[in-house]
């Protein structure tokens, strides 16, 4: 309950914050090492980090990772819930399996169920406004704790046009979004969405290495354009795949491990300050006898 109370002040507060995308408590981790005040379980990171795709996962895998990160950081954690798992009733069910599941807030979006994998294609495809109307009331009403935001996410800018999209999120706003995710299809869109919408804190998606010309912001152009949150939704997951990929062709071709002794020293006492193993070296001194029993 403390991450949603830490949540909602920072919705309140002035200023913007850095939202990046995490995939499992390893992740988390190291960007509540990094200095980061919340983070995200972004879907495009889960499903390549499973293998299988976000409009493969279902709601208990997203859930059990959800559990996961919950364990080991204290950070408010917005949860990707996709299209909702289905209709209303569905949502419903979403929404208390999420919050119970440790997160701060969740996100669903206005895209068909079940999603398709050619979203990531630039194939969006909405439901109407009237079926995603139902879905916020039914996850508003859901919820236990109302600290426990409720992130409404429009896709029809790319769909239906620009003014199709500033009519969504007025509506879901009068519907009881606490938050607006929004995804313009230019600079110029989006720039002008914070003044054309009414107040309310705005989440600006940067997809790095995106094929569709979408614009990717610092901090400071956002912030000054009357964004709240700026959320990296794809950077951590590619990131690590290129550490990963440039290793393993290394370690093929040559049968060496290629690494600075020093410098990965350093990173592996890192990962495990990350995870705490100081504290549980400290806990089995105190506990175990000599012979370790």
């Not at 969405?193 to 610092?218: C, D, H, M, Q, W």
Request: net charge negative; with cysteine.
């Amino acid at each position: 309950m403390e991450t949603r109370k830490k949540f909602r002040r920072m919705l309140s507060e002035p200023g913007i914050e850095i939202q990046p995308a995490v995939y499992d408590p390893l992740s988390a981790k190291l960007a509540e090492k990094c200095g980061f005040n919340l983070l995200a379980l972004g879907g495009y990171a889960m499903g390549a980090h499973t293998a299988i795709t976000e409009p493969l996962m279902s709601l208990e895998e997203v859930a059990q990772i959800t559990r996961q990160v919950s364990l080991v950081s204290n950070l408010p954690l917005m949860v990707d819930a996709g299209a909702g798992w289905g209709d209303p009733l569905h949502v419903m069910h979403t929404t208390k399996v999420l919050e119970r599941a440790g997160a701060a807030s969740i996100h669903i979006e206005d895209q068909f169920y079940p999603k398709r994998a050619r979203y990531h294609q630039g194939v969006e495809e909405v439901i109407p406004v009237e079926e995603m109307l139902l879905k916020i009331k039914a996850a508003l009403s859901a919820r236990d704790d109302p600290d426990f935001a409720i992130v409404v996410r429009t896709d029809s800018m790319r769909t239906h046009g620009y003014d199709e999209g500033i009519r969504r999120i007025r509506e879901y706003v009068k519907a009881g979004a606490d938050v607006i995710k929004l995804f313009p299809n230019n600079e110029a869109e989006t720039i002008r969405a914070p003044k054309e919408v009414p107040p309310i804190p705005l989440v600006y998606v940067n997809s790095t290495g995106n094929k569709f010309g979408r614009g990717v912001f610092t901090a400071t152009q956002l912030e000054g354009w009357g964004y709240k949150i700026l959320y990296d939704a794809i950077s951590t997951v590619n990131v690590a795949a290129q550490a990963l990929i440039r290793y393993y062709t290394h370690l093929r071709k040559t049968g060496e491990h290629g690494l600075d002794d020093e410098e990965i020293g350093k990173v592996r006492l890192q990962v495990e300050q990350a995870i705490g193993l100081e504290e549980m070296y400290r806990i089995e001194e105190q506990t175990l006898d000599p012979l370790g029993r």
